[in-house]
């Protein structure tokens, strides 16, 4: 069996970026907080409120995505943290919001970004919560919600937040970082959907010795179960790397489900050139790196 080389993150994560992307992570959910919060105190339809809340968490994800990227954070542990981070904090940003929408007379434009009122006096925000959780503020069919009926909704909001903001950061995929040139592999998916791999270790030795011949003898997959070869290159370095992935997609082609089967697996610049040529690989996305 030969030596199968595969891609070693670096072990090292700067302290400086760490905390620059904690920062610009925050100021992202501060900014879009406000329109949640706002947008959630003049919504009546709790079934709209509810794709709003999504769409929430979401964007916060795609934020800390491309924070992650853009100070080069390679670490997983330390993306996901800014996703709790982010997404706690969003709430709580939208929360003041949401109070100043109700109490403030002048601008809320104003009273949160530039006067930071509530932000800076947590306790005043903590005390109007509590008051809105004992009395209520909102009613359906004529039941207004409040104590631990209010507290569950609450909680439900912050956990579909949290949850879809930590998962788009935690499902990223993870392309190779280069130390020499300080820059972020480019990933490009070869326009081809291959078979299925079932023996993954047989496959896997086989595209360590001969790349390019292993990935031609693949037959087509099938429309909604298939194979995607993703090559990650980087110009003037020596290694590239080849990715695998299973694919399978429901009977609408609207969504799909992929799992990694091949990592990282370390090929030589020319296999790499010669494949994103062969099969007219795609451009990486913005999220991509």
């Known amino acids: 069996m030969n030596l199968i080389n595969t891609y070693m993150?670096?072990?090292?994560?700067?302290?400086?970026?760490?905390?620059?992307?904690?920062?610009?992570?925050?100021?992202?959910?501060?900014?879009?907080?406000?329109?949640y919060?706002?947008?959630?105190?003049?919504?009546?339809?709790?079934?709209?409120?509810?794709f709003i809340t999504l769409a929430f968490g979401l964007i916060l994800g795609y934020g800390v995505r491309f924070t992650t990227t853009l100070f080069k954070i390679t670490h997983k542990s330390t993306a996901i943290g800014m996703a709790v981070a982010c997404s706690a904090f969003g709430?709580?940003?939208?929360?003041?919001?949401?109070?100043?929408?109700?109490?403030?007379?002048?601008?809320?434009?104003?009273?949160y970004f530039i006067e930071l009122k509530v932000v800076k006096d947590p306790g005043f925000l903590i005390d109007v919560i509590l008051d809105i959780n004992k009395n209520g503020l909102w009613e359906i069919f004529g039941i207004t919600f409040t104590g631990w009926i209010l507290t569950i909704i609450w909680l439900a909001e912050a956990g579909i937040i949290i949850t879809l903001c930590t998962l788009m950061v935690k499902n990223q995929t993870q392309s190779p970082f280069s130390i020499n040139l300080?820059?972020?592999?480019?990933?490009?998916?070869?326009?081809?959907?291959?078979?299925?791999?079932?023996?993954?270790?047989?496959?896997?030795?086989?595209?360590?010795?001969?790349?390019?011949?292993?990935?031609?003898?693949?037959?087509?997959?099938?429309?909604?179960?298939?194979?995607?070869?993703?090559?990650?290159?980087?110009?003037?370095e020596e290694r590239q790397?080849?990715?695998?992935?299973?694919?399978?997609?429901d009977r609408r082609g609207k969504s799909e489900n992929s799992t990694e089967v091949i990592p990282l697996i370390v090929v030589s610049s020319e296999q790499a050139a010669?494949?994103?040529?062969?099969?007219?690989?795609?451009?990486?996305?913005?999220?991509?790196?």
């Not at 790397?241 to 997609?249: A, G, L, P, S, T």
């Not at 010669?274 to 790196?289: M, Q, R, S, V, W």
């Open 241 to 249: 790397y080849i990715m695998v992935e299973n694919v399978r997609k």
């Open 274 to 289: 010669i494949l994103i040529e062969k099969y007219h690989a795609t451009t990486p996305g913005i999220f991509d790196y």
């Open 91 to 111: 709430l709580i940003f939208s929360w003041a919001a949401y109070v100043i929408y109700f109490l403030e007379e002048g601008s809320i434009v104003s009273a």
């Open 37 to 50: 919060g706002v947008i959630m105190a003049f919504s009546p339809l709790i079934y709209v409120n509810y």
């Open 182 to 236: 300080n820059k972020w592999y480019k990933r490009f998916i070869l326009e081809k959907d291959f078979e299925s791999i079932a023996m993954k270790e047989a496959f896997k030795e086989s595209l360590a010795t001969d790349c390019v011949k292993t990935i031609d003898s693949l037959q087509n997959g099938l429309a909604f179960h298939f194979s995607r070869i993703s090559v990650f290159y980087l110009a003037k």
């Open 9 to 35: 993150a670096p072990q090292e994560q700067s302290v400086v970026k760490a905390l620059l992307g904690y920062t610009v992570s925050l100021v992202w959910a501060f900014g879009i907080a406000f329109f």
